[in-house]
Nanobody, 126 residues
């Protein structure tokens, strides 16, 4: 499967953005998917994950209550709705796909994701 993230941009603190991850090739329903981010000078960080059917979601604590991951398998597209953005959310955001058999304890590990999109930059200013 190929993934392409989009929707990033420059916003002010408190604003919202919705990132999209369009996929092609094998149907998205064959995979669980996640979002990661990498801020300047920092390591890539897990943000959120959603199971293949959308019934289970996982978030890093810093975005809980502000970000919502979702997917539309009919459109082969995943989403990350980001509300109440903070300056510290500034990063390049990547979408990724993983096997549906990954253990729950491992969904935050980037090693579990075989396919990656190219990233989209989100910049939050004060």
């Amino acid at each position: 499967v190929q993934l392409q993230a989009s929707g990033g941009g420059l916003v002010q603190a408190g604003d919202s953005l919705r990132l999209s991850c369009a996929t092609s090739g094998r149907p998205l329903r064959s995979y669980a998917m996640g979002w990661f981010r990498q801020a300047p000078g920092k390591e890539r960080e897990f943000v959120a994950d959603i199971s293949w059917g959308g019934g289970s979601t996982y978030y890093v604590d810093s975005v809980k209550g502000r970000f919502t991951i979702s997917r539309d398998n009919a459109k082969n597209t995943g989403y990350l709705q980001m509300n109440s953005l903070k300056i510290e959310d500034t990063a390049v955001y990547y979408c990724a796909a993983r096997s549906t058999r990954t253990h729950i304890a491992a969904v935050a590990s980037s090693d579990q994701y075989r396919f990656w999109g190219q990233g989209t930059l989100v910049t939050v200013s004060s």
